[in-house]
Structures are given as C-alpha cells and as structure tokens.
C-alpha cells in the first residue's frame, strides 16, 4: 500500500471504514475514475480520492515497468493500469500535478451530505490559467459591486443599477 504511508503528524481521512474496507473503496473509486474521467461520490471520499489518484497519474508519466508494476499493485485490474498508461502520459505530459478537479454539486436527498463531481481535467494548462482569470475577476467585480451598492445605501445615495438602465432604454427604443 506504497500511497497510505503517512508522514507523522499528518491525518488520513477515515471515512466511517476499518482501513481495509477503506483501502478497497478507494482502489475501486481509483480504477472507476480512470476508466470514466469523472465520478460523483461526497465531498469526503472525493478529498480523499484526489491525492491517491494523482500519485498514480504521476507515476504513469514515469512509464517504467517498475511503475506498472506499482500501480498493478494498487489498482488490481488491467483495463484501468492499461488506460492509466496509455492515455494519461501523453494527457497531461504539460502539467505538473492538479490532474483533478473537484466540484460540489448538491446535498444528498437522504442524509444531507455533500455531494460532489471527481473529474480528470481534460483541458490545457492555459485554458485552465484563463478560467481561473476570468472567475477570480468575476468574483472581485461582484464584490465591488456588493461593496458600492451598500457603501451607498448606508448613505442614502439612491444606487443605479447599470442592468436596469439598459433595459429602461432599449424599452424606450421599442416605443
């Protein structure tokens, strides 16, 4: 079990599981996300899947039989340790870790836990650069905004809102 060494001081996450049942999960969640590309699973198992995975990508990229071996060891079916070295090498031969991406999506119906979306990145490491760019100044626009909006309500200026103008004139155009 070559990915469940653990450095003193630092906590593995124990997922309500005996570590046997725990490790066969994650291999099985490991060997899903190869094959699939993205899986939905809670927030926790998903935290706990990401650096088991990206170990292995990284040791796919090595290529070596030595390495194979280690990931055969792991992930204990062919398909996947076959897709894992053939497709995930020449996927990600410019980036240098941050193969997964996490999204949370909603709270289960039942019990109420987070659920989210593990997915390999399929994407560039500059298209990648880009979309954080544009959500990062997003969010400051947004903030300015929230910022200006209450800075001026506090004071009693009476806010106009940039949307509404432009709805107001194109309505006025239309008549």
């Known amino acids: 079990f070559f990915f469940f060494r653990v450095m003193p001081n630092r906590k593995l996450a124990k997922l309500g599981r005996k570590s046997s049942h725990r490790v066969s999960m994650l291999r099985t969640m490991c060997g899903q996300l190869i094959m699939h590309d993205s899986i939905k699973t809670t927030v926790a198992k998903a935290k706990a899947l990401r650096p088991i995975v990206e170990g292995l990508i990284s040791l796919s990229k090595t290529g070596n039989l030595h390495c194979k071996r280690k990931a055969f060891d792991y992930l204990r079916t062919s398909e996947s340790v076959a897709r894992l070295f053939s497709v995930m090498p020449k996927r990600y ?31 560039p490491v500059e298209t990648s650069r880009v979309r954080k760019a544009a959500r990062n100044f997003l969010i400051k626009e947004r903030l300015q905004w929230k910022k200006d909006y209450y800075y001026k309500k506090r004071h009693g200026i009476t806010f106009q809102n940039p949307l509404n103008e432009e709805r107001s004139s194109d309505m006025q155009q239309k008549e």
């Open 93 to 123: 031969a410019d980036r240098n870790g941050g193969y997964c991406r996490i999204t949370k999506l909603h709270n289960r119906v039942g019990d109420d836990v987070p659920i989210a979306r593990i997915q390999l990145i399929d994407e």
